[in-house]
């Protein structure tokens, strides 16, 4: 469904991915680990069009029989109408905006009138944001934010969701509750490629995954083999299970 090939990307001067390969297959949970300034962030922001590679491609296709699209060059806001929606890092809700109003957001892009219909499935999926529809969304807890940054991803009625760190700052029960609608996000035909430093996880959730070291790509694999691979114990998981 996506195949990043070959990209080099940079911040301002710094060099910051490097030869980057990945893929993400029609269906799949794919999750992407690494730590601190690894690049995680930077590969999801160049996928969604707001950086731009200096070399290589992004292909895309959005369904199984489709050709690919190259949207390497593509603004961002074309991307999300090929069905590719980011739910970014620290969220990105608009806290000034109710919580309705920050759900319209996420569906700016169509023109359909399934948008109220849609809205409703929201509420029944996140019953609390129901409740708080009327309520700035700056007021909600870092959970609530979070769904209502799922909610609002899903508003765009992705095929392709890119995640950025959703367990970030929340209670580990709350991290249980998101994990369980991700996975029945996938259920329902959403591919995710999910971007964790909670790398437990990310790898339970995922069928495959990514090690991603200073902008290189240093394992990939199933994440049943990376989950008890000795390298990614010792660095990602604090040894835990060895
Ligand atoms: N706006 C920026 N300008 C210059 N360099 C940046 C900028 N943002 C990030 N970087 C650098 O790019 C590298 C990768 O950052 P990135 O945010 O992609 O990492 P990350 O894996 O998402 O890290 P984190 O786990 O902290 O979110 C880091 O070395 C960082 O210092
Ligand atoms: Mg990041």
Redesign the pocket.
């Known amino acids: 469904m996506l195949k990043i090939k070959n990209i080099d990307v940079y ?2 001067s ?1 060099h ?1 991915l490097h030869h980057l390969n990945l893929e993400v297959k029609d269906g799949e949970i794919v999750s992407l680990i ?9 590969t999801l922001r160049t996928i969604s069009g707001l950086l731009r590679p200096k070399n290589g491609e992004i292909l895309y296709k959005t369904d199984t029989n489709s050709h690919p699209i190259d949207t390497t060059s593509l603004p961002p806001n074309e991307i999300v109408k090929l069905g590719i929606s980011h739910t970014p ?1 620290g969220r990105g809700i608009f806290p000034q905006l109710t919580v309705k109003e920050n759900l319209l957001v996420g569906a700016y892009n169509r023109v359909d009138d399934q948008i109220e219909s849609d809205l409703l499935s929201m509420y029944n999926m996140f019953p609390i944001l129901q409740k708080r529809s009327r309520l700035d969304a700056g007021k909600l807890s870092g959970g609530e934010q979070m769904m209502l940054s799922l909610g609002r991803a899903l508003m765009s009625r992705p095929k392709f969701l890119i995640l950025d ?1 959703p367990s970030l700052g929340l209670a580990p029960l709350i991290v249980e509750q998101i994990f369980d609608m991700l996975k029945r996000i996938n259920e329902q035909g959403v591919t995710i490629l999910l971007v964790e ?1 909670n790398a437990v996880m990310a790898l339970e959730l995922s069928s495959r995954a990514y090690v ?1 070291e200073t902008g290189r790509i240093v394992l990939e694999g199933e994440s049943a083999d990376l989950i008890t691979n000795k390298k990614v114990q010792d660095a990602y998981l604090g040894g835990a299970e060895s």
């Open positions: 911040r301002g710094t910051v690494g730590a601190n300034g690894a690049g995680k962030t930077t890092e760190e430093q991603l």
